[in-house]
């Protein structure tokens, strides 16, 4: 293969590994260690993406993670990933890229005809047009716009890969490993501390990987890195090292989110591997040296494929070994870009020109470039460039001149300056301050336990960097509680200081209003656009964002952002700090949403919970519902049954013979001390004091509003000890509702609370033969009717097991429901099973369970309630205990609106042809026929099929329904209405004599 | 200026050299007929339809920071009206109608696009929720409709809808003249009509205290820019209303937390409508620039910071894969916080208040944005006739005090 582009120095690329890649299906070669954007350069290709609006061509401009336009997607099928930046992406053997948001190709796009209708793409032009007539945004213009926008696509496959988390704690956290972070970690590694090192990068060392120069104490920078991070290997117990992990997110409490990149790099993963991995790192102290990012120069047309930063192009060279042109033009207002100018030289670049835009450049740098005989022009603009998919040439034009000379070239390297990347200090929510003097935002006072060391601080020199990363890495370890460490110097030599900088828009002799001046390259945001928005009054930075769009890109103004503050502010001649910052925001740079997820995905969702006779109902072919966390059996169909004639059976055998019922998940609360009396008097409506031990109770919660919130049988234990059962969906909300008054409203009341909703196993025995099927399994419990009257409870044995013994009822039958520890669940559920077959018992669900409580005229929580429902409108008063001085919810009862006449009561309802079931949720109305805008007297909160009944039913709602016994209403439904009469709730055994056999 | 194609085209021949300023920058005049606190879309709304439907053109409008920059501009733009009661299937109903008119009634394109609501159904319990909304808004002419699996699929071919997903979607209740507009066009638009009429906006302006005479009854306002009379003043200051409320001494049911919502890069388009899962907590729509948008929960904890905990994001996007796994390896762009005001019942209060001339529109929680012409239309009656207008006469702070209370949470069973 031809190495015409590739320099004589390899720099970190292994020449001796090639590799194959494709890009837009055409093969290309690269090597070991390159990226996709370096590998693309060395084959001549700059072309690789277009912009967002106007579908330029655009080549690549950086060489990190801060890329605009060389956004290129990876892999194919269901691993097809868009919008990743060339310069991130490693280089493996058989790597599959595509250009992006271009069509037909990337040399040909049709889309570049918005660039000719730029005149009217302004900013916020969609704000002006496309309003008529109303229906033509959505069904018109909005298809088109959004066919145009958008960059790469997504896969329309599932995701094959996983994904990971892990949670960490240290003492230092060091995010980046440039000069500063590296010295940083080993300082606080010397002391012992554990220190995780993040760097988003694949290898450690920053900057320093670009160095050709530099000496570290004598060794050449690459050398130095090597060996700071081999003895940070080294230190394996109390050192994390953490390459190609971005920290995005800076939150409360020295809390931070970072993502590393696993496989992505890799052309055979392992599969076990996650793709990406979370990282949850609470750190005691943190030390940001995230370095600084170089800014493009703003003038008219500076967005042609060959127009790159300087010191990317520098990185390119020196680290990749590449040579991304061959006769090149430098434009800066910093000495930086004359080391650019001289590595590339040394690479074999032509240097014609460095214009500096700085009336004056006496550094070492601009000397050295002058004495290495490259033509220097200070006080010089870059006015502009030609070229079509490539630059060929470069416009250049001394300051205060209309004339313009055309330099041949192709390759313009810029420089503006840098901007300290204060992204993780400002999400720490610590305050910037502006720099009048260098014209840069940089970190003030912290906020939480951190420091910022090097170029992120505004730090401009390498010395500086050392020096600030090793006295970083002291202090925090130091502040951590570890060791004091000792003071570390390095010593420097072929480094020189860089310094200079320029915001805003390079002046020059065209009119303004008329070229293109890109400060936001990928959702092509010019200067002129920045100026209209402040016209058009847009005076605050966020206003400018906004109405432009600039810095709203996949680079969240990296590049942009400075450059469009420095010229909106010259627009408004207010200072730079007047006009303010726009929020720097988690993340730093994009995260994969599976990083995010990681492992909480299929039933790692959410946790199963199964209760202990889950696989018997498996076995028995039961149809399962999810209720909350949990799996609930839903019904057990026989064969060739549908859930209706499953449901119908299981009713008829419970109320014939008996039925068996897995009750567990009804959640259980223990409500303990010497105070549990007064605290169950608080928190539930019914009175406690009086209840004997072995009784149970139905106890009534209401929340502060008097509404009902949730409900459930309580048994005395003892004296101090009740057993309280909730709602399965209710359990967690009522524990916290308990906590929250025990701790904040009646800490006095000395009470303990357990949850042991998973304490027990329940199982629910109801029928007229429910005594006769556990009686032969029962141990020291007496379960006549006369000695263990309905609702109540007892302590014994059952199987040899100890039980708490309820005789309570949901069904409306005899019925025992028997608490063991969940261990025996399936045990007693089959000893159970075994006596219940005897009588031709069955196994029921939670349908056949709504159906006969509903037939009862039992509310379930949740369905015959919303949250506004009173015990009064459910008929519950008897309930209320009417001599406590107070409950919660009590005052809100006799407030004007809960205790008005007409308010929503619960009701039976027949409908007047005896086979039509009504619609859950369905309207209660007086005429059959409402006009639209009727208000509704109610709704069908329960409706089944009765088998015991013969015939349909239902529970309703229905305004001051208690009133209406007999009348006729309307279900109006889509197909016509529904006559249905009032009736009372209870459908079934009126006078209880059931539950008292 | 008038907005139109001509214009644009017009405008270009001249390098938009001439386009106006939007709104005016006045500096305050020493007293007002009625004074607006918080220049976001319903406060800007206020203004408006003050000045256009009730004739009160000497009005101003008070902001701390720049206008539109509260939840106005931080919000996942979702609009709907198929809500369970009454009351509040009026006040969204009303301003969803207002929103199909609104791009030409502001010369403003607002991009009000009906792309369909669609509301995800995982449980026999969720089933008989949404189905009580779907006839009970079809009783109030409101569309809502609901779907088998297979068509919330065919409308959102990208949906999962397997019943291996450890939440299966059971079905779904679409509304489809729901959908979504641009939320900052929707301060500009009004901000811009209304300075147009007169209305001055009064940027980076804070207030620090209400004056109030020996009846009671409000004078002005202490400002960051000095004191300024009135004798009505209408509060719309989002999650800092309790703040401002408290000037004039009057406690407010509410209680701030931070919301989250968060935006993918840029993809070409994949979802064509909204998606909502109160269950599984997470809702999804895709703006014109490409961009996902998804919103994500409230704190478990008051807070005034405009940020939330990482736990948060991650839940909404695990459930988010879930529903769409095809979307697992896009990824985050931004995530951001904002300040939502909760009232007990989730629902807004618009009302006048036991102060003379103080008038409050607060308690949005986290579904104000598809409210604003409404609200603002009839938050505007409520201060000129000094009595509500009847689609909000039902939302008072009173309603706390006689339990009229009205409870969307409860009915839906969800947090937020």
Known sequence: MSLTLRAKRSGRVDRTKPLSFTFDGKTY?????????????????????????????????????????????????????????????????????????????????????????????????????????????????????????????????????????????????????GPAGLSAALSAARTGARVILCDEQAEFGGSLLSELHA?????????????????????AGTVTLLPRTQAFGYFAQNFLGLVERVTDHLATPDPKLPRDRLWQVRAKEVVIAAGAHERPMVFPDNDRPGIMLADAARTYANRYGVRPGGRAVVATAHDSAYQAALDLKAAGVSIELIADLRKEANGPLPMAARAAGIRVETGMAITGSTGRLRVNAALVSKLGTDGEEAIPCDLILMCGGWTPSVHLFSQSRGKLVFDDARQVFIPGESAQAERSAGACKGSETLAQAFEDGFAAGLDAAAKAGCAQGKATQVKLAGVLDAHGGFLGAVPHPHDAGRVKAFVDYQNDVTAKDIKLATREGMRSIEHVKRYTTTGMATDQGKLSNMNALAIAAEALGKPIPAVGLTTFRQPYTPISFGAMANHSRGDLFDPVRKTATHAWAEAQGAVFEDVGLWKRAWYFPHAGEDMHAAVLRECKTVRDSAGVFDASTLGKIEVVGPDAAEFMNILYTNPWSKLEVGRCRYGLMLNEAGFVMDDGVVGRIAEDRFHVTTTTGGAPRVLNHMEDYLQTEFPNLKVALTSTTEQYSVVAVQGPNARKIIAPLIDGIDISNEAMPHMSVRLGKICGVPTRLFRMSFTGELGFEVNVPADYGQAIWEAIWAEAQKYEACAYGTETMHVLRAEKGYIIVGQETDGTVTPNDL??????????????????????????????????????????????????????????????????????????????????????????????????????????????????????????? | MRFSFLNLAKQALSAHRHWPEQWRFPEPKAAYDAIIIGAGGHGLGTAYYLAKEHGLRNIAVLEKGWLGGGNTGRNTTIIRSNYLWEESQGLYEHSVKLWENLSSELNYNVMYSPRGVMMLAHTVHDIQVFKRHVHANRLQGIDNEWLTPEEAKEFCPILNISPNMRYPILGAALQRRGGTARHDAVAWGYARAASAMGVDIIQNCEVKGIRRDPSGAVTGVETTKGFIGTKKIGVVAAGHTSVVMGMADVRMPLESYPLQALVSEPIKPIMPCVVMSNTIHAYMSQSDKGELVIGAGTDAYTSYSQTGGLHITTHTLDAICELFPNVRRLRMLRNWGGIVDVTPDRSPILSKTPVKGLYVNCGWGTGGFKATPGSANVFAHTIAKDEPHPINAAFTIDRFKTGRLIDEAAAAAVAH
């Not at chain 1, 900013?123 to 959505?138: E, L, S």
């Not at chain 1, 000496?215 to 290997?233: C, F, M, R």
Request: hydrophobic fraction near 40%; include cysteine.
């Open chain 1, 875 to 997: 008929g519950l008063d008897w309930a209320i205990g009417k001599a406590k001085p107070d409950f919660v919810g009590k005052r809100s009862l006799t407030r004007p609106d809960l205790v008005k006449a007409d308010r929503k009561q619960l009701v039976g309802l027949l409908t007047v042809e005896p086979q039509t079931v009504l619609e859950e949720g369905a309207q209660i109305t007086l005429i059959g026929n409402p006009p639209a805008g009727t208000s509704a007297l109610g709704h069908v909160t329960s409706s089944y099929q009765s088998a015991v009944l013969g015939r349909s039913f239902a529970l309703a709602i229905v305004s001051a329904g208690r009133a209406r016994m007999g009348e006729t209403l309307y279900v109006p439904m889509p197909d016509g209405p529904i006559a249905v009469t009032v009736t009372d709730p209870v459908f079934y055994d009126k006078e209880g004599a059931k539950l008292h056999v």
């Open chain 1, 29 to 177: 070669r690269g090597f070991e260690g390159d990226t996709l954007a370096s590998a693309l350069l060395a084959n001549g290709v700059h072309l690789m993406g277009r912009s967002f609006k106007y579908h330029r061509p655009r080549g690549v401009i950086t060489a990190g993670s801060d890329e605009p336009n060389a956004l290129v997607s990876v892999g194919s099928g269901a691993r097809h990933t868009p919008n990743l930046r060339a310069p991130q992406v490693e280089l493996y053997d058989g790597l599959v890229a595509k250009s992006q948001n271009a069509w037909p190709s990337l040399s040909f796009d049709v889309g570049a005809i918005n660039n000719f209708l730029s005149p009217l793409f302004v900013a916020g032009f969609y704000y002006k047009t496309f309003m008529w007539p109303n229906v033509a945004w959505k069904k018109l213009y909005e298809p088109i716009i959004r066919r145009a926008a958008g960059l790469g696509t997504a896969s329309s496959e599932p995701d094959p890969d996983h994904y990971s988390t892990r949670f960490a704690h240290c003492d230092v956290l060091v995010v980046g490993s």
């Open chain 1, 215 to 235: 000496t570290v104490d004598g060794k050449p920078a690459a050398q130095w890195v090597e060996e700071a991070v081999a003895e940070l290997k080294a230190l």
